[in-house]
């Protein structure tokens, strides 16, 4: 139906010039957790990429999408940043100790610099 396709997005970006890799808009200005902004940039993460800043809003409205983008432009983040934060909102009045069970099974997950998802998760407030 149209109402399916319009939940669909797909971001194909290729930059002409490696200097359009990088976007205008900060993680900073986001609406999204405090805690997710400082570890971002305590991990130095502040520029978003282009396709980060134009996939943001429709990763972050659960709107299906495939994001295509040359290896190292962020699509790793692109993705994580919003569902990340909505995780730490969902669950922000969680009990522990009742437990939960987060699984992030990507084939370059481990190039994530220092971890970042896992310390996005379990960083106390």
Request: glycine share 2%; proline share 3%; charged share 30%.
């Amino acid at each position: 139906s149209k109402e399916q396709e319009k939940k669909k997005s797909v971001f194909d970006f290729e930059p002409v010039d490696p200097q359009q890799v990088f976007s205008i808009q900060k993680f900073a200005d986001l609406d999204i957790e405090e805690r997710i902004k400082t570890s971002l940039r305590h991990n130095k993460l502040e520029t978003m990429t282009q396709i980060q800043s134009i996939s943001f809003e429709t990763v972050r409205n659960k709107i299906d999408c495939l994001i295509k983008s040359e290896t190292g432009s962020g699509k790793t983040l692109a993705y994580l940043v919003p569902v990340v934060d909505y995780l730490v909102k969902e669950f922000q009045n969680f009990d522990r100790n009742q437990g939960v069970s987060v699984s992030y099974t990507h084939l370059r997950a481990h190039e994530t610099p220092e971890h970042l998802v896992c310390r996005l998760l379990l960083e106390k407030k």
